[in-house]
Structure formats: C-alpha cells, structure tokens
C-alpha cells in the first residue's frame, strides 16, 4: 500500500474560536447553560454561539472577531484590588460568628477554662499583639527598709563586753568571696562564718536597690535581669576599688579641671598685643626668639659636675660667686621663660613660625592689632663711670634721652664707659641701639 493512501490534506486555517468563559461569573450564582463541548475537539469547550446565527457562517466570516494568540494569558475578568478590600474585617466578623456559635453548642462549663472577660491574643495576618509587662517601682516592693545600707560583716563575741555585730568597712572591702565563703576548721559549727575576725560574711542592705540597678521585678513576682550592656566591658577597670577610691579619684578630678580652668580664664584675660609686647622688649634689632633664647642661654653658667681624684689630696676650695654674675644669670633665666611661654601663647593663637620671626615682623604685627606703634613700657637706662675714677664709682643710672643729649653735647669727650642697667660687661662705645 503506498504512503498517498494515509495522506490528509492540512486543515486551512480560520480565525480563533471565541469561547465561552464560565469560571468568572459576576455573580455568586452558578451557570444556568449547559457547557457544550466542541465536536471537531471534545476536549475543550464549544463556542459560546447564538441561537440566532449559524456557527458555520460565522467561521466563514472575514474578520470575525480578534483571534486569540496560542499560548496567550487570560486577562479577562479578573477582578479588581476592590475584592480584597476589607478583607480583614470580614475575616473577624467570621471569627466572632464561629466562636460564638461554638459557645452556645457547648453548655458545660469547664472548671479550668479561661473566663469570657479575658483578652486573647490576636494572631491575625498583621496585627500581632502581645500584653504588655508592667514592672514594679521601687516603692511598690513590700518590705523595705530604705534607711538601710550594705556595708559592715558580721562577728561573734561571746566575750565580756564583746559586740555581737561589727561594723568594719575596710575589712567589708578586702579579700574576695572565695575567702569569705573559707572556713577555718577550729571554728564553732554552730557558730559558722560569724566567728571569723578576718574576711567575715559582708551584711546587704535589707532592700532591693541593688537589685534594681541590674534588673527589674514584674507584677508576678519574677525578676527580670536587664540585657548585657556593650560599653559595661570599659568600665572593668573599676573591679576591686572602694568607693573610698572612687570619691578620691572624682575630688583629684574636679581639682584638676578647676586648675585647668582657672588657668584658661587667665589665658583668655590676657590680649593678643600684650603677649606682642612682652615678646618686643625681650628682642634686640633683628633678632629672633630663637637667637634671643641662645643669647640668654650663654649668660647663664653651666654646672660643672664635680669630678673625685684620689690622687689629688686635697679639694679645692668653694669660691663665693659674684653677686652681679648671679643676678645677670637670673635675669637671663627669668627671659628665657618669659621669651618661651610668650612664643608658645602665640602659636596658641594661630601664628605661625613664631620662634623664626624677627623682631620688626613682630612690630608690624602689633601695629596691625593696636593700631598704633609699638613703644616700650620698660625703656632701658644706662651707667657709666670715667676711666680716671676709682674702681666702683658708677653714675646713673639715667635714660636714653639724657644720655643721648650728654654725647651730643661732648660730655664724654675726657674718657668713659658704659653699658645698660642689669648687664654686666662695659663699653667705650655708646650704642643706643
């Protein structure tokens, strides 16, 4: 038999059937037509036809209708977000209706059952609620005494004007519980703990502040501990000390921050072309705060360490210093500091490079703060004495202007020497500046 016999010819195509949709009705009431099934295909539904037209003129329509993709999704008569609004509050009305009608099939009472007055706990879809827990203040603990205080240990003595109870806060503080909880084997049994005169039991106070410091108590009864706090690992440095120590320790405190005060209130008092001031005097002409600080620092003599020969028998003899040696290198002294604490309220203040700044930047500096220009509070004076008088006779001292007049006028053409008051070196040579 040849191949042609079980030959078909394809069927043409036509546009898509329209279906009658049945499982999206507008009503709660089901379908009153009876489902038809296709002949051509008795697995799927036939067209929802009317009685008063021909299906098969129908499919020989041109254009009948939209046809239906293969594959394609049914949007058709999906229903809206409006079906799912209230949808809890239908769910609770349900609820309360099944729960009602389950209490009236139910007549016996049952001696355990919870009562109708209490609340249930609501596990709908987003609304969990749980009964709050109360906890109880510290006034509303029974039972207290808030007079009382821990502190003390408890010792025995049976002795004649013994005391039945000491109170010893050094001995409450030291030794840990592990000694406390030791007993020594020649104590009394009935006596226990209270015989010992060392790391003797420590009495509590007789309420809960301690307590509640680490947690709290409900209503029921039942202490709840509070949770492990992070930062209480930095304050483990304070295992082991006394409030002894700690009170020490805040009065060491407030001492110091009232010093640092104090010290930042006189800062504060001091202006900016006083520090200016004080630093200019201390200059000479071009000179820095670096080269001023190494001037002084040579006018202040070195301690020499004294070396031990034992070949040497005997030891020189301390030889009194000079008093003006003394006084010039306690001057120096005096402006190294002031030179110092002047350069380093400067930096304080926002200058830069104060120890590299000559004395002329300086000046322009205060000009610009005060306004006017710098003079000295502390104009210098000078000495001087004639060569052909004795050892010790010094004139003066006198100041600039004076001076200044005398050599201009040839006072001092028959022969003398100077030098500024507080130096100690003299010169034939008048040099004001």
């Not at 079980?6 to 009431?29: I, M, N, Q, W």
Request: avoid cysteine; glycine fraction near 6%.
């Amino acid at each position: 038999m040849s191949s042609s016999a079980y030959f078909s010819a394809a069927r043409p195509k036509r546009p898509a059937d329209v279906f009658a949709r049945t499982h999206h009705l507008d009503g709660d009431e089901p379908s009153v037509k009876k489902p038809r099934f296709d002949p051509r295909n008795p697995s799927t539904l036939a067209p929802d036809a009317e009685e008063e037209d021909d299906p098969i003129l129908d499919a020989d329509e041109i254009g009948r209708g939209a046809g239906v993709k293969r594959n394609a999704v049914n949007i058709d008569g999906y229903d809206s977000d409006s079906s799912t609004e209230n949808f809890d509050a239908r769910a609770e009305a349900k609820a309360k209706t099944t729960t009602k009608e389950a209490k009236k099939d139910d007549e016996d009472d049952d001696m355990f059952a919870a009562s109708d007055d209490e609340e249930t706990e609501d596990t709908r879809r987003g609304d969990m609620k749980k009964k709050p827990v109360r906890f109880l203040a510290d006034d509303e603990i029974e039972g207290q005494e808030e007079s009382s205080k821990a502190g003390g240990h408890v010792a025995v003595d049976f002795r004649a004007g013994g005391k039945a109870v000491q109170d010893d806060g050094s001995s409450s503080e030291s030794g840990d519980d592990e000694e406390r909880d030791r007993l020594d084997p020649e104590l009394d049994e009935e006596i226990g703990a209270g015989g010992k005169k060392k790391h003797a039991p420590k009495l509590d106070a007789f309420n809960m502040k301690a307590e509640q410091e680490e947690g709290r108590f409900d209503e029921a009864g039942n202490y709840v501990r509070k949770a492990y706090d992070p930062d209480a690992a930095q304050d483990a440095w304070l295992d082991g000390l006394s409030k002894k120590d700690i009170k020490r320790a805040k009065e060491a405190h407030e001492k110091r921050e009232a010093e640092r005060k104090e010290r930042e209130r006189i800062e504060d008092s001091i202006s900016l072309t006083d520090v200016l001031s004080t630093m200019i005097g201390l200059l000479e002409v071009g000179e820095t705060p670096m080269e001023a600080l190494a001037r002084h620092g040579r006018a202040v003599p070195q301690k020499k360490k004294k070396t031990y020969n034992k070949n040497r028998k005997h030891e020189p003899m301390d030889v009194e210093p000079d008093q003006a040696v003394e006084a010039a290198a306690q001057k120096a002294k005096q402006a190294i500091e002031t030179i110092t604490e002047s350069a380093s309220r400067l930096s304080d203040r926002g200058m830069e490079d104060v120890y590299e700044t000559p004395r002329e930047l300086l000046m322009r500096q205060y000009k610009r703060e005060a306004g006017e220009d710098w003079k000295d509070p502390n104009p210098p004076k000078w000495e001087f004495h004639w060569l052909d008088a004795p050892e010790g006779d010094i004139n003066g001292p006198y100041d600039e202007d004076t001076m200044r007049a005398w050599q201009n006028s040839g006072q001092f053409e028959a022969g003398a020497e100077f030098r500024r008051v507080g130096e100690t070196e003299w010169s034939r040579l008048l040099d004001f500046d």
